[in-house]
């Protein structure tokens, strides 16, 4: 299983259009993700509500989670979005 533990960058957290675009970027990854907040139970981080569910806030520290193969390479990129506070994912990362 592959996991990245990763502070959220966006100030205003996972909250509406942050979430909206961490939703497309995990969509468009093609493997099926995960991402919890704490204790919580890890949620499918392409469900809108799902991810809008966990309340995280800027500074929390996510965990994202794959078993998929490519899983890596997804994980790294969703990472670098989350993290840096992106307003999409550049096709180069």
Same mark, same amino acid.
């Given at each position: 299983?592959?996991? @990245? @533990?990763? =502070? *959220? ?17 995990? =969509?468009?990854?093609?493997?099926? *993700?995960?991402? &919890? ?30 078993? &998929? $193969?490519?899983?890596?390479? &997804?994980?790294? @990129?969703?990472?670098?979005? *989350?993290?840096?506070?992106? $307003?999409?994912?550049?096709? =180069?990362?």
């Amino acid at each position: 299983m592959a996991e @990245r @533990r990763v =502070t *959220v960058g966006w100030a205003e957290g996972l909250h509406a259009r942050p979430a909206s675009i961490f939703v497309r970027a995990a =969509t468009a990854s093609g493997v099926p *993700v995960t991402i &919890a907040k704490g204790d919580s139970s890890p949620v499918n981080a392409a469900s809108m509500l799902a991810v809008l569910s966990l309340g995280a806030q800027g500074g929390e520290e996510i965990v994202l989670t794959s078993e &998929a $193969e490519g899983a890596d390479a &997804a994980l790294d @990129r969703l990472a670098k979005l *989350v993290s840096e506070g992106l $307003e999409e994912l550049p096709e =180069t990362v």
